[in-house]
């Protein structure tokens, strides 16, 4: 597809890049003493963001030795007029020519015989030299506006982990309440197994929302997390995320036999999905298998909702894949569970 700046731009915005590079039509010409690039990069996760400019710039000053050898010639007689400068690089090239046994002519134009492999060093020279022949223009074209972006990332991810465990916790008190008898006596009472079970689902649902609520009050309180700009679409994704999270408490409480299996069985799982899944740190860095199985957990979901509504402040068109994949898995997550708990004999 064709770019031009404004494609670019909107490129990254959107999500479908981490970063965008552009040569203008007049990038380099025969008279220019510098390659001008424009970098249009998404710092949504900051790691990503120093590693692609990093290579973006190591890429730049070593596969274009020539122009650079060029536009250093062109700088001389910039700064020292056309007739010294001249006389600079001529005299530059007798020199190399004295101890390098190189063609003064071809000193000169240097685009007929330098190659990137012997100049690979380049990258390593001072930043202001460098900046003489490579201009590089950069825009952070998303988030730019994000008073914390740090806590903005990473706010999402802590508050996920946090109610995983506290889900896990509640769901499997069911054990407790079956040892100490609590469990008999109000199965004496006229409700049944499947009232009981979403008696605890709902205050189960009801624990995730208000403990989502209030770990970004409190991001907004100490960090400045701005969630009340985008907060009807930030609680789509709460309440999305509290129905997978809630299913997967009650999942575990209706696989396990005893509320430390229990425990012991969400403490891996947790752990696991919220390592994979990009609560804790960016997917980009692990193996491209292990990245494809993160989308088969509803941490991936959840995170890439909250970064669309903090991050980006996308509409709520954006965010319905997010909300339909999180309560697709929370609504088969129920099934299982429901089913389970049938056959189980945690009520006995």
């Given at each position: 597809m064709?770019?031009d700046?404004?494609?670019?731009?909107?490129?990254?915005?959107?999500g479908?890049a981490?970063a965008g590079?552009f040569?203008?039509?007049?990038?380099?010409?025969?008279t220019?003493?510098?390659?001008?690039?424009?970098?249009?990069?998404?710092?949504r996760?900051?790691m990503?963001?120093?590693?692609?400019?990093?290579l973006?710039?190591?890429?730049v000053?070593s596969?274009?030795?020539s122009?650079?050898?060029?536009s250093?010639?062109?700088?001389?007689?910039?700064?020292?007029?056309s007739?010294?400068?001249?006389?600079?690089?001529?005299?530059?090239?007798?020199?190399?020519?004295?101890y390098?046994?190189l063609d003064?002519?071809n000193f000169?134009n240097?685009?007929?015989?330098?190659t990137?492999?012997?100049?690979?060093?380049?990258?390593?020279?001072p930043?202001?030299?460098?900046?003489?022949?490579?201009?590089?223009?950069?825009?952070q074209?998303?988030?730019?506006?994000?008073?914390?972006q740090?806590?903005?990332?990473?706010?999402?991810?802590w508050?996920?982990?946090?109610l995983?465990?506290?889900?896990?916790a509640?769901?499997?008190?069911?054990f407790d309440?079956?040892?100490?008898?609590?469990m008999?006596?109000?199965?004496?009472?006229?409700?049944?197994r499947?009232?009981?079970l979403?008696?605890?689902?709902?205050?189960?649902?009801?624990?995730?929302?208000?403990?989502l609520?209030?770990?970004f009050?409190?991001g907004?309180?100490?960090?400045?997390?701005?969630?009340?700009?985008i907060?009807?679409?930030l609680?789509?994704?709460?309440?999305?995320?509290?129905v997978a999270?809630?299913?997967f408490?009650?999942?575990?409480?209706?696989?396990?036999?005893?509320s430390?299996?229990?425990n012991?069985?969400g403490?891996?799982?947790i752990l696991?999905?919220s390592?994979i899944?990009?609560a804790?740190?960016?997917t980009f860095l692990m193996?491209?298998a292990?990245?494809a199985?993160?989308?088969l957990?509803?941490?991936?979901?959840a995170m890439d909702g909250?970064?669309?509504v903090?991050?980006?402040g996308?509409?709520?068109?954006?965010?319905?894949p997010?909300?339909?994949?999180?309560l697709?898995m929370?609504?088969?997550i129920?099934i299982?569970s429901v089913?389970q708990?049938?056959k189980?004999?945690?009520?006995?």
């Amino acid at each position: 597809m064709p770019f031009d700046t404004a494609s670019v731009i909107e490129y990254v915005r959107s999500g479908k890049a981490t970063a965008g590079i552009f040569f203008p039509t007049d990038a380099y010409t025969d008279t220019s003493s510098a390659l001008n690039l424009k970098f249009y990069y998404d710092p949504r996760n900051e790691m990503e963001t120093q590693m692609v400019t990093g290579l973006f710039q190591q890429a730049v000053f070593s596969n274009f030795p020539s122009i650079m050898a060029q536009s250093g010639l062109r700088q001389a007689r910039s700064y020292l007029g056309s007739d010294s400068g001249s006389a600079f690089n001529e005299g530059l090239a007798t020199l190399v020519h004295k101890y390098f046994n190189l063609d003064t002519a071809n000193f000169l134009n240097p685009g007929k015989w330098m190659t990137a492999e012997g100049h690979n060093d380049t990258a390593n020279g001072p930043k202001n030299f460098m900046n003489s022949f490579v201009r590089i223009e950069k825009k952070q074209v998303v988030g730019e506006n994000v008073k914390n972006q740090w806590a903005t990332r990473s706010i999402g991810g802590w508050a996920l982990t946090f109610l995983l465990f506290a889900l896990t916790a509640s769901s499997s008190s069911l054990f407790d309440e079956r040892k100490s008898g609590v469990m008999l006596r109000i199965l004496t009472s006229p409700v049944s197994r499947l009232h009981i079970l979403w008696s605890k689902y709902m205050f189960n649902m009801a624990l995730a929302v208000g403990q989502l609520l209030f770990m970004f009050f409190v991001g907004w309180l100490m960090f400045q997390v701005d969630i009340f700009s985008i907060f009807l679409n930030l609680v789509l994704i709460i309440l999305s995320a509290s129905v997978a999270c809630t299913s997967f408490g009650m999942l575990l409480a209706a696989v396990s036999k005893t509320s430390q299996q229990a425990n012991g069985l969400g403490t891996l799982l947790i752990l696991t999905m919220s390592a994979i899944g990009g609560a804790w740190f960016p997917t980009f860095l692990m193996p491209s298998a292990i990245q494809a199985l993160s989308k088969l957990t509803f941490v991936y979901w959840a995170m890439d909702g909250f970064l669309q509504v903090l991050w980006r402040g996308v509409g709520t068109a954006s965010i319905l894949p997010n909300i339909a994949i999180l309560l697709g898995m929370g609504a088969l997550i129920n099934i299982v569970s429901v089913w389970q708990f049938k056959k189980g004999d945690i009520f006995s």
